[in-house]
C-alpha cells in the first residue's frame, strides 16, 4: 500500500520583536508539533528568527490572480485616497 | 505558500477546452502576453497562468536540482565521523544539514506547480529522475572534503547566483535562501585546501591528488556545450536561464584557476592557457564521453548513491508511519 502524504504547512517568521511575521516557505510534517520542530531546523539555523508561526497550507484562503484586475481595480482609481491629489500652497508647508 | 489544492482547481478552471479550436487561439493570446510579463521582468507567481512547457520545464529542472542536494550529502557525510578535527566536523556537519535544507527548499518550490514532493521523490528512487553527475564520483580522501567545498559547492554558485533573478518567483526565492548559505560552503572548503596546500608534503601531494580527481567532473557539471545542448532555447526565452552552460563554465574557470594556483596546486589540463586578448583561461578538450557515462547510470557511485538513498527511504518508513499514527490519535481525541 502506498504511504499517505504528509500534509503540507507554511511557515512564518518574525525576524525580530517589533517586526511582523513574514513568509518564509513551506514544509511537510505530520502535525503541528512537528512542523513547528521541522521550521526551526529549516528555516531558522542562521539565527534568523525569534518567533514561528506554522499554519496548515490547506487552511490558506488565496485571492486568484485571474482575478486580481477586478479585485485590486478599486485601488486604482482612487486617486483621491493620496495626500497628493489636494493642492496646497507650499507656503503652507505640510504636517 | 501555494497549495495544491489551489492549482489543481486552477487546471480544473482552464476555459474552453472542450473546443480545441478556442482554446487554441486562447492560449496563442495568452503565450504571447505571458512573454511580455517575461521579457519586462515581470515574476511568474505560482496560480498565474503560465504554457505547459514552462512548468513541465520548472518541475524537472527545480526537482533535478533538489534530487541533486539530497544525494550531495552523501559524499560529504562519508567523512563526516572520520573528520581531523572538532572545527571540522562541526563545520561539515553544518554544511550536510545545510544542503538537506536546500533539496527540502526546492522541493517545496517545485511543489508550487502542482506536484506532490512524494511523487518527486518516487521519480528519483525509481530511476526516472536524474541528479548532478558530480555525486557519482568517490571521496576517497580527506581533502575531497575541501575539494567539494571549493570546488563542486564553487561551481553550484556560478549556477545559482543567476538563478535568484528566474522568471519563477518561488524558485528565484529559494535560491536566494541557498546562495546565503552556499558562501560558507565554499570557504570552508577552501580552508581545508589552503591548509593542507600549506602542510607536510603528504599534506600538499592529497590536495593536488583531489584536484586532479575533482577538476574535470566540476566542469562536466555546467552540462553539454552550447553546441549540443538541448533545452536551451525556451529557457533562456522564458529567462528560466540566464546564461549558457559554456558562459557559466568559463566564469567557473576564470575564477578558480587563479585560486588554484594561489595554492600552489596544478590544474590538471596541460592545454590550459590565458588568453591575454580575451582576459579568459582557455581549456583544453573536455571528456564527454565520461560525462554521458556518469549520465546514464554508469559512473563510479551510481550504484551506491541510489542504494543507499532507498535504503534510507525504506528504513525510515516506521518512523512516518508512527508519526502518522500519532497525529491521527491526538486528532481523534481532540475531536
Ligand atoms: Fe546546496
Ligand atoms: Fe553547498
Known amino acids: 500500500m502506498p504511504e499517505a502524504n504528509i500534509p503540507l504547512w507554511e511557515v512564518f517568521i518574525r525576524s525580530r520583536n517589533g517586526l511582523s511575521h513574514k513568509h518564509a516557505g513551506s514544509l511537510h510534517a505530520p502535525d503541528a508539533t512537528l512542523a513547528l520542530q521541522a521550521a526551526r531546523d529549516l528555516y531558522t539555523r542562521r539565527g534568523e528568527g525569534v518567533s514561528i508561526w506554522v499554519v496548515p497550507s490547506n487552511a490558506i484562503t488565496a485571492s486568484d490572480p485571474a482575478e486580481k484586475g477586478m479585485m485590486?481595480?478599486?485601488?486604482?482609481?482612487?486617486?483621491?485616497?493620496?495626500?497628493?491629489?489636494?493642492?496646497?500652497?507650499?507656503?503652507?508647508?505640510h504636517m | 505558500m501555494y497549495t495544491q489544492a489551489l492549482n489543481a482547481q486552477a487546471l480544473d478552471a482552464e476555459p474552453d477546452r472542450a473546443d480545441p479550436g478556442v482554446a487554441k487561439v486562447e492560449d496563442a493570446v495568452r503565450l504571447q502576453r505571458f512573454q511580455e510579463r517575461i521579457d519586462a521582468e515581470e515574476r511568474i507567481?505560482?496560480?498565474?497562468?503560465?504554457?505547459?512547457?514552462?512548468?513541465?520545464?520548472?518541475?524537472?529542472?527545480?526537482?533535478q536540482h533538489a534530487h541533486s542536494e539530497i544525494i550531495g550529502m552523501q559524499p560529504e557525510g562519508n567523512w563526516i565521523t572520520r573528520a581531523p578535527s572538532l572545527r571540522r566536523k562541526a563545520a561539515l556537519l553544518a554544511k550536510v544539514q545545510d544542503e538537506c535544507g536546500h533539496g527540502l527548499y526546492l522541493y517545496a518550490a517545485a511543489e508550487t506547480l502542482g506536484v506532490a514532493r512524494e511523487e518527486l521523490v518516487d521519480q528519483l528512487l525509481s530511476g526516472k529522475a536524474k541528479y548532478s553527475s558530480i555525486f557519482n564520483y568517490p571521496t576517497l580522501t580527506w581533502a575531497d572534503i575541501g575539494a567539494i567545498g571549493w570546488l563542486v559547492d564553487g561551481a553550484a554558485i556560478m549556477n545559482q547566483i543567476p538563478l535568484c533573478r528566474c522568471s519563477y518567483g518561488p524558485y528565484a526565492r529559494a535560491m536566494i535562501r541557498v546562495c546565503k548559505e552556499e558562501s560558507f560552503h565554499q570557504r570552508q572548503g577552501y580552508e581545508i585546501m589552503l591548509t593542507l596546500a600549506r602542510g607536510t608534503d603528504e599534506q600538499k601531494e592529497m590536495a593536488q591528488d583531489a584536484l586532479n580527481r575533482w577538476w574535470w567532473p566540476c566542469l562536466m557539471m555546467f552540462g553539454p556545450p552550447d553546441t549540443v545542448s538541448q533545452h536551451s532555447d525556451s529557457s533562456m526565452r522564458w529567462k528560466i536561464k540566464r546564461f549558457s552552460n559554456d558562459e557559466l563554465r568559463q566564469k567557473f574557470i576564470d575564477a578558480t584557476v587563479p585560486q588554484?594556483?594561489?595554492?600552489?596546486?596544478?590544474?590538471?589540463?596541460p592545454a590550459l592557457t590565458f588568453d591575454a586578448a580575451s582576459g579568459h583561461w582557455r581549456h583544453g578538450p573536455i571528456d564527454w564521453d565520461e560525462f554521458k557515462q556518469v549520465v546514464a547510470?554508469?559512473?563510479?557511485?551510481?550504484?551506491?548513491?541510489?542504494?543507499?538513498?532507498?535504503?534510507?527511504?525504506?528504513?525510515?518508513a516506521w518512523v512516518r508511519e508512527a508519526a502518522r499514527a500519532y497525529a491521527e490519535?491526538?486528532?481523534a481525541k481532540a475531536a
Open chain 1, 72 to 93: 485590486f481595480e478599486p485601488t486604482a482609481s482612487k486617486v483621491y485616497r493620496h495626500p497628493t491629489f489636494y493642492e496646497i500652497p507650499d507656503e503652507v508647508g
Open chain 2, 45 to 63: 507567481e505560482p496560480n498565474d497562468w503560465m504554457p505547459e512547457l514552462y512548468r513541465r520545464t520548472l518541475v524537472r529542472q527545480i526537482s
Open chain 2, 260 to 269: 588554484a594556483h594561489y595554492l600552489g596546486l596544478t590544474v590538471p589540463d
Open chain 2, 297 to 316: 547510470g554508469n559512473g563510479p557511485c551510481n550504484a551506491e548513491r541510489m542504494a543507499r538513498r532507498r535504503q534510507t527511504e525504506e528504513d525510515g
Open chain 2, 329 to 331: 490519535k491526538n486528532r
